[in-house]
């Protein structure tokens, strides 16, 4: 499997477990995003954009990083060039490092939706921001190693269907969960969680640093 952490313009922590996601990834920066090179101790091979929103005063060593450049007025966001890049470079897996927060509503939600077609095409997709990840669910079963106490919550995209959670403070057997019910908004782990769904389009939501 090849890994590569998509830096993005959104809000980032570095946490150790973000640490541990991007070991041995290879990073490409979409715009804005090479701001959070620093503070996680990484050089990307590759910034994409537009380049309307660099930090100032960057380092010499993420100035010298390889451009790929595109117009103002495009079709696509840096992050989803960012991510084309990747492939092009062999990812098979992505960490979508800053996805969250930011002064963009919008590009955070398209990054939630692209992770869910990324994931519907066989792509192991997690968005960060160090405390806070989304891990699009597929059809099936799925076991996450988040400590007991995290608070987590499914979000769903579609109706539900054969929707069950194990190890969680709320467990849920086979439900159907009409879209936008709040029915799976606020759990607690407890004892391992595992994820199976039957049917439709879901996130699944956790808080591993809660007090952020």
């Known amino acids: ?8 313009g959104g809000e980032l922590k570095r946490t150790s477990r973000l640490a541990r996601q991007i070991a041995d990834s290879r990073i490409i920066a979409a715009d804005a995003g090479i701001g959070h090179a620093t503070a996680l101790g990484v050089v990307p091979e590759l910034w994409v954009g537009d380049f309307d929103s660099v930090p100032v005063d960057l380092p010499d060593a993420l100035e010298a990083v390889p451009r790929m450049t595109f117009p103002a007025e ?52 997690t968005l960060t921001s160090g405390t806070q ?20 919550s499914v979000l769903g995209f579609s109706d539900l269907t054969g929707l069950s959670l194990a190890g969680a403070k709320w467990p849920l057997d086979n439900v159907e969960v009409p879209f936008g019910s709040s029915l799976t908004i606020s759990n607690e782990v407890r004892g391992g969680l595992e994820v199976a769904l039957g049917g439709g389009r879901a996130m699944l939501l956790a808080h591993p640093y809660p007090e952020g």
Request: hydrophobic letters at 50%; charged letters at 25%; glycine letters at 12%.
């Open 1 to 8: 499997m090849s890994t590569f952490t998509i830096l993005l």
């Open 74 to 125: 495009k079709d696509k966001t840096d992050g989803e060039l960012a991510v084309e890049a990747a492939f092009a470079r062999g990812a098979t897996a992505l960490v979508l490092a800053g996805a969250f927060g930011g002064p963009r509503a919008d590009h955070a939600f398209l990054h939630m939706v692209l992770a869910m077609r990324l994931a519907e095409a066989g792509i192991d997709v």
């Open 133 to 152: 990840e989304g891990v699009p669910l597929r059809s099936g079963r799925a076991r996450f190693d988040y400590e007991d106490g995290t608070l987590f």
